[in-house]
């Protein structure tokens, strides 16, 4: 299993980034998917997750509204649009592929992590 997450970067408070994460087939035909991330001396936290269909979509609360997690299973491809951004959305970000088919907020719950891609915001 390798997830390769990108499209992290450095933004300005209140822009937008997208991004994108790709992994195998057998991933995007089977499982669940997931954004998390850990902050500068911060625990790694839940952002989004969608299930395999895209019908089950749960946000964070510090999210919702402002960042949209989407993904096209035909190219094996899962997104977080980022939107109004924040000085504490400044993180490394990780997709993750869940044990089932269905949504999860528990990292626990998720049996492979990309490799992070730093997002920063700028006040």
């Known amino acids: 299993v390798q997830l390769q997450a990108s499209g992290g970067g450095l933004v300005q408070a209140g822009g937008s980034l997208r991004l994108s994460c790709t992994g195998s087939?057998?991933?995007?035909?089977?499982?669940?998917m997931g954004w998390f991330r850990q902050g500068p001396g911060k625990e790694r936290e839940f952002v989004a997750s969608i299930s395999l269909s895209g019908k089950n979509i749960l946000y964070a609360d510090s999210v919702k509204g402002r960042f949209t997690i989407s993904r096209d299973n035909a190219k094996n491809t899962l997104s977080l649009q980022m939107n109004g951004v924040k000085p504490e959305d400044t993180a490394v970000y990780y997709c993750?592929?869940?044990?089932?088919?269905?949504?999860?907020?528990?990292?626990?719950?998720?049996?492979?992590w990309g490799q992070g891609t730093l997002v920063t915001v700028s006040s």
């Open positions: 993750a592929r869940s044990l089932g088919a269905d949504v999860s907020t528990r990292a626990h719950l998720y049996s492979a």
């Open positions: 087939d057998v991933t995007f035909r089977t499982f669940g």
